[in-house]
């Protein structure tokens, strides 16, 4: 991307903002004036009081107007077009201003639709590959008590699945409620594609993120399947001319399409949690996250959900995040974050974390059972590691 269409994308970021910050003003002062009104028709109010209410809508009225200009990206596509114009149309340069001139027209339609929408539907521009960007991140509960997560300085790239572990009170779930906006972290910054998290873009930044819970009984609103997956979609207010599609697709993601017409309640729990992840997938998240995802289920359970996180890894679509206290798990992660006491202590592959197996347990981690059977074989001359699941690891030792 040129720099200049970088700068438009970032602009188009910050132009959805101040739609929508612009637009809950207008909103507000048009109730205040339609309270007026009324109070002034029973005679509670003089009519002063109307009039400058009257008067404040107007204004914000007017700067609603001037916030709409969407001239900076109407410019940017005719730069780039004069740009397109001088090159040769054998060149190879025309190609590339060719992508940056489509790039310019794909910013300004957007920014005509945030104009229409107020800002509200549209999602926030990834200006950066690097999915998440936690900068010195400190919170605590209260005043005068530690820190519950102290000082984490992290950045993950799209596309990777991370394990979050750590023992009983170490911070992963206080951790987990900053990256989703339910915390604010007391210290620190947090980036998610680039866009820096503040208090007005927290519910646009929330777009980028799906999450599925522990408990699978307490994430079901619909009657059906079906309905289930729609609710998220209708609060996002999408189309119903494109919503049966989606459902499908999501559904057919976690292998659950049989099943559309169930009741949810019904569901055994690995089919339960594969449903909820269904209707985050449906709102084409690039971050998804797994609370302690299959902490509640049943082992047969918590291998399908597994299965359907590996294959959500292989695509690399999303960015994973799995908050778990399932050490076999992180056999399945490109990296792990160990947090001990509110600091992340360590971050690496599963190989580099699970290679300080005393430092693991000197922390009260467990050591995931193939990690444990590949320890004993080592211990007996066998030199066996890195093996994913039991399946590989017997093919490793049947390969001695
Ligand atoms: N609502 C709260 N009010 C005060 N302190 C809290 C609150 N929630 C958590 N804490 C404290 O913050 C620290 C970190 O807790 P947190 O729940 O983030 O850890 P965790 O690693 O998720 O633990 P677990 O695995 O048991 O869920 C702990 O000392 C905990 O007692």
């Known amino acids: ?60 009225k007017k700067d609603f107007k001037e916030v709409s200009d969407n001239s900076f990206f109407f410019e940017n596509v005719k730069k780039a077009k004069e740009e397109l114009k001088k090159a040769s149309k054998n060149s190879k340069e025309y190609w590339k201003l060719f992508e940056e001139y489509k790039l310019a027209v794909f910013l300004y339609k957007e920014s005509k639709v945030a104009i229409k929408d107020r800002g509200h539907g549209g999602l926030l521009s990834k200006l950066s590959q690097t999915a998440l960007k936690l900068d010195k991140i400190k919170f605590r509960y209260r005043e005068g008590h530690p820190f519950a997560v102290n000082g984490v300085s992290v950045e993950i790239k799209h596309g990777d699945y991370i394990a979050i572990i750590g023992h009983n009170g170490s911070g992963k779930s206080t951790l987990s409620k900053i990256i989703i906006g339910v915390l604010q972290p007391t210290n620190g910054s947090i980036e998610v594609y680039g866009n820096k998290v503040t208090r007005n873009n927290i519910n646009m930044i929330r777009k980028f993120l799906g999450i599925v819970f522990q408990n699978p009984d307490n994430q079901f609103i619909g009657s059906t399947v079906r309905d289930d997956i729609a609710f998220g979609l209708e609060n996002r207010r999408i189309a119903p001319s494109k919503m049966a599609d989606i459902i499908v697709k999501s559904a057919k993601k976690v292998r659950m399409e049989e099943f559309l017409d169930h009741e949810p309640l019904m569901l055994s729990g690995g089919q339960k949690q594969r449903v909820a992840i269904a209707s985050a997938l449906a709102l084409s998240p690039d971050i998804l996250i797994f609370d302690e995802a299959t902490s509640m289920l049943d082992p047969k359970g918590k291998n399908e959900v597994k299965e359907i996180m590996v294959e959500l890894k292989n695509t690399r ?3 994973i995040f799995s908050i778990t206290h399932d050490m076999d798990e992180i056999l399945n992660a490109d990296k792990v974050m160990v947090m001990n006491k509110g600091e992340l202590v360590k971050f690496g592959s599963p190989k580099e974390i699970l290679s300080e197996k005393e430092f693991l347990r000197s922390i009260h981690l467990d050591i995931p059972f193939v990690a444990q059977i590949e320890e004993a074989l080592q211990n007996e001359g066998l030199k066996i590691s890195g093996s994913a699941n039991l399946e590989e690891l017997v093919k490793n030792i049947c390969q001695k």
């Open 1 to 60: 991307m040129s720099s200049t269409n970088l700068n438009a994308t970032e602009k188009l970021n910050e132009f959805r903002l101040k739609l929508n910050e612009h637009n809950d003003k207008l909103i507000r002062a048009s109730q205040k004036m339609i309270i007026a009104r009324s109070k002034f028709s029973r005679r509670e109010v003089e009519i002063d009081f109307v009039k400058s209410a009257e008067n404040e809508y107007k204004i914000i």
């Open 317 to 319: 679509e999303k960015t």
